[in-house]
Antibody, heavy 120, light 106 residues
């Protein structure tokens, strides 16, 4: 069974930085696009960023463009999200998700999430 | 950016009911539309992809239809385990979720 395990969340001050990781197992990691999705308290799901299987193509929501960087290390089966210039409105539960195809598609497997709290 | 609008936001229903949730896109997404179920404290679960394809392991009482800008998720014979929040998502142009529809017990 596919497994995704996020880590790296925590409390950070506005303007600070944080790096999230997502360790993947039990599937050929490099064959699938991966994404980050978040859910702020009391809000719905918000797509944050995606990366192709090779890592050559990256995509960002307007709300995080220029502040967040998605990357992956296929040799370590790990997905990353480097977050900088964090804002209070970035507070959310962050999920990593596996796409159904190498270039994208629907998200067929999700981790349990890691909580990011941006507060002074 | 493509906006996704779900209706209703809250749906009250009883076990055994047939329920339908609608999702409208601000522009055509062809059939690149997915539906997810989300329960409190759990990760979202993919139900339907490509508008009408049932994900492996999902009960057949779930079905999806539509193309272009209007889509529906139907649950035929609501079960106790189905009370949850449902989200549509387009993946034709980047990815966008609808705001969610909470299915609650009537």
């Amino acid at each position: 069974e596919v497994q995704l395990l996020e880590s790296g969340g925590g409390l950070v001050q506005p303007g600070g930085s944080l790096r999230l990781s997502c360790a993947a197992s039990r599937f050929t990691f490099s064959s699938y696009a991966m994404s980050w999705v978040r859910q702020a308290p009391g809000k719905g799901l918000e797509w944050v960023s995606s990366i192709s299987g090779s890592g050559d193509s990256t995509y960002y929501a307007d709300s995080v463009k220029g502040r967040f960087t998605i990357s992956r290390d296929n040799s370590k089966n790990t997905l990353y999200l480097q977050m900088s210039s964090l804002r209070v409105e970035d507070t959310a539960l962050y999920y990593c998700a596996k796409a159904r195809a190498v270039s994208g598609g629907a998200f067929d497997c999700w981790g349990q999430g890691t909580l990011v709290t941006v507060s002074s | 950016d493509i906006q996704m609008t779900q209706s209703p936001s809250i749906l009250s229903a009883s076990v055994g009911d047939r329920v339908t949730i609608t999702c409208r896109a601000s522009q055509s997404v062809s059939s690149w539309l997915a539906w997810y179920q989300r329960k409190p404290g759990k990760a979202p679960n993919l139900l339907i992809y490509r508008a009408s394809s049932l994900e492996t392991g999902v009960p057949s009482r779930f079905s999806g239809s539509g193309s272009g800008t209007e889509f529906t998720l139907t649950i035929s014979g609501l079960q106790p385990d189905d009370f949850a929040t449902y989200y549509c998502q387009q993946y034709n142009n980047f990815w966008t979720f609808g705001q969610g529809t909470k299915v609650e017990i009537k």
